[in-house]
């Protein structure tokens, strides 16, 4: 059985604090980046065939391509010194580029 990813408290919270509904935060998977596969994060609206979770209205979706990539992955939101951004922390990626959105299997 495959194990839908999660989605943080935080992830969750930035959502709603930038306004993001009615669109969703989309995140896929898509060929390419310096490790082979690279995450594409967007706000979008969900399609019939994503995956929805979703919690106080706010709303993540992962297409079914994507989904078997992201298995038991969590979806998070990070701010440092540097800049704010939605992380992916993936089980499945046996390694990655050093700016963490790209990565391999």
Do not use: H, W
């Not at 951004?85 to 299997?105: H, K, L, Q, V």
Request: glycine share 8%; net charge negative.
């Amino acid at each position: 059985m495959t194990m839908p990813p999660k989605v943080s408290d935080r992830a969750y919270a930035r959502l709603a604090e930038i306004g993001a509904a009615p669109k969703a935060l989309r995140v896929a998977v898509r060929g390419g980046g310096c490790s082979g596969f690279e995450y594409e994060i967007t706000l979008d609206d969900p399609a019939d065939d994503d995956l929805i979770l979703e919690k106080d209205g706010q709303r993540v979706v992962v297409d079914e391509v994507s989904l078997p990539f992201l298995e038991n992955a969590t979806i998070d939101f990070s701010e440092e010194i540097i800049g704010a951004r939605f992380t992916i922390d993936n089980p499945n990626a046996t390694s990655s580029c050093g700016c963490g959105t790209s990565f391999s299997i």
